[in-house]
């Protein structure tokens, strides 16, 4: 089992930035490639971001290539989501979620663990 907790979220102002983390427990966090992923209301929840095991790949959806950076830290056991340029239609849940293989397919169901999720809200 691999707990996971996510913080960081909050209201921001379209341009600003934030910056999520994604506390991790339990198994050896190393053990599994992360993903962030986010659910705005009346919508499915969408693929973000995905970091492989020692976090040497990386690979995002198309609508935050450019803004968001996804990093980790093994030895904090912490995921990470820096968010630049948020734009109003940025604004959702924030899940991160683990599996035990990294993989670029943007699939929810590809994943074993998920966080609580953390509100992102961007006023225009």
């Known amino acids: 089992q691999v707990q996971l907790i996510e913080s960081g979220g909050g209201l921001v102002q379209a341009g600003d930035s934030l910056r999520l983390s994604c506390a991790a427990s339990g198994r050896t966090f190393s053990n599994y490639a992360m993903g962030w992923f986010r659910q705005a209301p009346g919508r499915e929840r969408e693929f973000v971001a995905t970091?492989?095991?020692?976090?040497?790949?990386?690979y995002y959806s198309d609508f935050v290539k450019g803004r968001f950076t996804i990093s980790r830290d093994n030895a904090k056991m912490t995921l990470y989501l820096q968010m630049n340029s948020l734009k109003p239609e940025d604004t959702a849940v924030y899940y991160c979620a683990a599996r035990s293989y990294y993989s670029s397919s943007p699939r929810a169901v590809e994943y074993d663990y998920w966080g609580q999720g953390t509100q992102v809200t961007v006023s225009s």
């Open positions: 970091i492989s095991w020692t976090g040497a790949i990386t």
